[in-house]
């Protein structure tokens, strides 16, 4: 009874994740987890960063736009959401006239359950979980382009420790890549668009080639503006302002879009104000809050969304990043 109580919580689980990756088809399934956002920054502008850049947060959304460092980059991003922990840590090398490299481990942990053959009587502990490995490259090129590409190993585990009976061990993994572009507008200061190709690659396959589950690919568009404030004589820091918007559609698909519009206010590099909305058509749709801090090479991004559905626990996204 009881595994069979947690192969239910288990299903449940996947499609409230897939739910919450804001997609309302059956496609994804065990690999709905790359349609969750990573990073504190983007989260908290309404996940409009197709044409975002300048942090590692951009190798989940538009490889294009790790050509933006200005340095070296270490990370962590964390995620608290209402069925997992998350974790990515990236490293990548800004090195000037080759480009920007480097890679992306990502862990999606749904924890452990017990399996039980009678009350108190437990016989084995499974442990589902999601591993995302990119490897990215991106590079600026002539007249206001960049380019970005990433690889991705793709991973779904169900690890058993001890008799897990209908339940044993399974893997399933797959691969894909995510393309990307940007430009800068020359015409219009501050102007930056950008398009992405993301999650195209084989289904994933964990127990036979019927079940296997095509990717989630999305297509996205998008435009950032960057304004710069008059300066004030007793202001030492610049004061800007940023909006961003974000269409994202599935592959084949372009009708009716999800739509994600972000707005920040910066003091210098040093503090960002942050906000935005995801207007989504599942049920993680909502809106978004975070702040930014710099201090010396260090940036602290944090972010938290609200959903308009209440069946989920609203999550909140921590990245700490550090320049080198």
Request: hydrophobic share 45%; with cysteine; proline share 5%.
């Amino acid at each position: 009874m009881r595994r069979r109580l947690f192969s239910f919580a288990l299903l449940a689980a996947a499609s409230l994740l897939a739910r919450a990756a804001h997609t309302q088809e059956p496609e994804g399934g065990g690999a709905a987890f790359l349609l969750v956002p990573v990073g504190g920054r983007s989260t908290a502008l309404g996940q409009a960063a197709v044409a975002d850049g300048g942090s590692s947060e951009s190798a989940y959304w538009n490889p294009a736009g790790l050509a933006l460092l200005a340095n070296s980059e270490l990370a962590i991003h964390f995620a608290k959401t209402f069925a997992s922990n998350n974790t990515a840590l990236s490293g990548y090398v800004q090195a000037r006239r080759l480009g920007v490299i480097g890679i992306s481990a990502y862990l999606v942990d749904f924890g452990t359950q017990e399996v039980a053959i009678g009350p108190g009587l437990p016989v084995g502990r499974l442990s589902p979980k999601n591993i995302q490995l990119l490897a990215s490259y991106a590079a600026a090129l002539p007249a206001g382009f960049a380019a970005g590409i990433s690889y991705k190993l793709i991973q779904f585990r169900q690890d058993c420790s001890g008799a897990c009976g209908g339940f044993p061990t399974a893997v399933g993994t797959t691969h894909g890549i995510d393309v990307g572009v940007q430009y800068t507008i020359a015409a219009i200061s501050g102007l930056r668009v950008g398009v992405a190709v993301q999650h195209v690659g084989f289904k994933l396959q964990v127990r036979n080639r019927d079940q296997a589950d095509p990717l989630p690919t999305r297509v996205q568009v998008g435009a950032a503006y960057r304004l710069l404030l008059p300066e004030f004589p007793s202001v030492p820091e610049r004061i800007s302002a940023r909006a961003l918007v974000d269409l994202r559609s599935r592959w084949g698909t372009y009708k009716h879009p999800d739509v994600k519009v972000g707005l920040e206010l910066a003091y210098g590099d040093q503090f960002q104000l942050r906000t935005g909305y995801a207007f989504l058509q599942g049920e993680a749709a909502g809106p978004a809050i975070g702040v930014g801090f710099r201090i010396g090479s260090v940036i602290l991004d944090l972010g938290r969304a609200f959903f308009l559905s209440s069946n989920f626990d609203e999550p909140v996204y921590v990245s700490l990043r550090a320049g080198l």
